[in-house]
Every structure is written in structure tokens, then in C-alpha cells.
């Protein structure tokens, strides 16, 4: 994490779009203007205040009597990560469970609630929480600490998809070396927050990231044992781009980046087209999305003579039920190249890199 002398400028970049997030920049003046000015005559003064008589040093001192801090999240990928490095040492809640969409989702009372009684808060940025950024700059306005877990990452390592029109696609955690930066990045603002929890914040992210090695190695294995001719990856949204760069498939979403934009009929067609030339065997469903675009897709082939089926349901944007090896990071991504090599092909243990599948 930038170590800047108030952490709470760190937000307006976060929320309201990255340097080349043009269109989100637009947004952030529309919302800016006279309110921008408001903005940083209220926030500078708080965040110096706390700066000055350590909002922090009473989160520690809290910390220090014994009292576990509370970390509240965005989606399960984070909360998932900021568990594995805060330990013992904090209280984390995710906001977003298992199959809700996050493009879409909008915070509940009960959301703002855990929000506004959090210690420090992570969300992912790049606009993926898009209905969720008036309560995230509320939040941090009051003077609490708010990380997006991206923005560390290199612009040069972003996909900015045409589609997008300047956005960043948001979808980071589908390539796990740039996940393990994220893992970082939690390191960072916790030992931020948390002074005396630095050292183990650090042996934690480390062991993790060990983890985390051993997963990208898998996915690399098992996504090239797929034939060269069938590593396409069709889903129903456009979820998995780091993901095909990162593991070598091609890789198509039938409806845009976000959930919010609808596939038209001419997207679908495309897709039918590619798939009778390219003799796809199978498409792929997603917990987080409504499936029937997918299905429109595979009545498209069958009207042209081609059975394709769907290959299995993949975790897209969020993890799988909480408390089962799929509800967590590294169950979600080794269910994804599990199920996608061994419907399309390629060789993958039933039960995954660890066994810990459940059978499908
Ligand atoms: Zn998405």
C-alpha cells in the first residue's frame, strides 16, 4: 500500500476510477464538482485529525486489550484472503455471499450497519462493487480506513477490454499470481492499522502465497493438458479474461464484463457461429449469474445440428458455500480449472489439486 500521510485520499481514486478509467472519471465529476470541493474541505481535515490524534492508536489500543478488530469486506475472494492473513487477531466479515453478483449488488441496512462499525474495510475497486461506492466514500469519509485490494496492482498488468469503454476489467482474483498481490496489499494495510500484528501479518501472507504457488502451478498444468483445439472457454459472463491469459484458453462471456449490460441476439449468434466452426463441446454455467443465456446458447447450437452441454457451473464472482473447501479462494479456482480441463478434454483429478472436490 502507498504510504500517503492520509490514508483517506486514498478512496477518491479507488472508487471513482483509476487514472485511464476515463468513463468512471466522467462519473466521479458528475458526482464531483461543487461536492468534489466539499469533499476534500470536509475529508483533508478529518484525515489529519486522525492523523493527529490517532483514530488508529485507539483501533490498537483496543487491539491491545485483548479485543479482536473488526474487518468487514466486499466479496468472499477478499474476505477470504484477509482471513487467511489477519488470523486470530481480527474479526472479519464478508458482505457479499455465496452466488450474489456483485456488479449488481446494492448494500442492505444491515450492510451499512457492519460497515459503519467496522475498524477497516477492503473492497476490490475497478468499479467491480459498482453499486456500492456511494456507502464505501460515506464510510471512508468518517474517517475509517478503506482498502481497494487492486489498487496496487500495475496498470500495465490490467485488461482494458474494448467493451469496457476505458474501464479496467475488474475480474484480478481469476489469475492467482496477481490474487497473491492482493494478498500483499492486505498485508500491507493491515500491519497499516495494526502495528504490532505486522510481523505475523507478514508470516501469514507468506505462507499463503506458498499456497497460492502451488495453486497457479495446477491450473497451468491442467488447463495445457486440455487439446490445443479445444481451449475455448465459453461462460456467461465475461468473468474469466485474466484467467485465459493467465492459463492459456481462449476465452469468451456471453453477456459484457458486468452483469449490468444485456447479451444481445447478435451476441448470441456470434457465439453459436464460433461454436459450430471450432466444434465446441461444452459452455459453461456460473453460480453468480442467471443461466439462461447460457441455455439460449446451446437450443442456438442444437437448431444448427450441434450438441454442446454444459460443462459444469463455475464460480465467477463469488466462492461456493461457507464452510466447504469451494467457499474458499483456492477451492473456487481449483473447482473453475478442475471442472473446465475435464469437461473440455483435458486431464484433471476428479476431486481436484487437493482431493477436496466435492464429486459433481
Ligand atoms: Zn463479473
Given at each position: 500500500m502507498r504510504q500517503s500521510g492520509i490514508r483517506l485520499m486514498r478512496i477518491p481514486r479507488s472508487a471513482a476510477g483509476e487514472p485511464r478509467q476515463r468513463a468512471a472519471r466522467r462519473r466521479l465529476w458528475r458526482w464531483g464538482g461543487a461536492r468534489a470541493r466539499l469533499w476534500i474541505a470536509l475529508v483533508a481535515p478529518v484525515g489529519l485529525l486522525c492523523a493527529l490524534t490517532g483514530c488508529d492508536a485507539a483501533a490498537s489500543a483496543s487491539h491491545q486489550a485483548g479485543k479482536r478488530y473488526r474487518a468487514v469486506c466486499t466479496v468472499g475472494m477478499i474476505t477470504d484472503i484477509v482471513r487467511q492473513v489477519a488470523g486470530e487477531r481480527a474479526e472479519v466479515q464478508g458482505i457479499i455471499g455465496e452466488g450474489v453478483d456483485p456488479h449488481l449488488y446494492k448494500p442492505t441496512r444491515n450492510d451499512v450497519a457492519a460497515l459503519q462499525g467496522a475498524d477497516i474495510v477492503f473492497y476490490n475497486g475497478l468499479m467491480l462493487e459498482g453499486k456500492m461506492t456511494d456507502v464505501l466514500v460515506k464510510v471512508a469519509r468518517r474517517g475509517k480506513p478503506v482498502y481497494?485490494?487492486?489498487?496496487?496492482?500495475?496498470?500495465?498488468?490490467l485488461l482494458e477490454p474494448?467493451?469496457?469503454?476505458?474501464?479496467?476489467?475488474?475480474?484480478?482474483?481469476?489469475d492467482v499470481s496477481a490474487w497473491g498481490k492482493a494478498v500483499e496489499a492486505v498485508a500491507a494495510a493491515l500491519s497499516e492499522f495494526d502495528p504490532p500484528g505486522a510481523a505475523q501479518y507478514a508470516e501469514r501472507a507468506r505462507r499463503y502465497k506458498g499456497e497460492l504457488d502451488g495453486l497457479h502451478a495446477y491450473l497451468k498444468r491442467v488447463i495445457a493438458s486440455i487439446p490445443e483445439r479445444q481451449r475455448a472457454l465459453i461462460t456467461?459472463?465475461?468473468?474469466?479474461n485474466y484467467f485465459g491469459r493467465a492459463y492459456g484458453i481462449q476465452v469468451m462471456g456471453?453477456?459484457?464484463?458486468?452483469?449490468?449490460s444485456e447479451a444481445s441476439l447478435k451476441d448470441i449468434n456470434d457465439l453459436v457461429d464460433f461454436i459450430v466452426a471450432n466444434d465446441v463441446q461444452a459452455v459453461f454455467a456460473e453460480?453468480?449469474?442467471?443461466?439462461k443465456n447460457v441455455r439460449a446458447l446451446i437450443e442456438g447450437a442444437q437448431a444448427r445440428g450441434r450438441t454442446v452441454r454444459i460443462g459444469g457451473s463455475l464460480y465467477s464472482d463469488a466462492m461456493g458455500a461457507?464452510?466447504?473447501?469451494?467457499?474458499t479462494y483456492i477451492g473456487m479456482l481449483d473447482a473453475n480449472a478442475t471442472t473446465i480441463a475435464r469437461a473440455l478434454g483435458g486431464e484433471a483429478p476428479e476431486l481436484g489439486m487437493n482431493g477436496k472436490l466435492r464429486p459433481r
Open positions: 481497494a485490494v487492486t489498487e496496487e496492482i500495475d496498470p500495465s498488468f474494448k467493451q469496457m469503454q476505458g474501464h479496467y476489467d475488474p475480474h484480478v482474483w481469476m456467461a459472463h465475461d468473468a474469466f456471453i453477456q459484457g464484463i458486468s452483469t449490468e453460480t453468480s449469474v442467471a443461466s461457507p464452510g466447504t473447501y469451494e467457499g
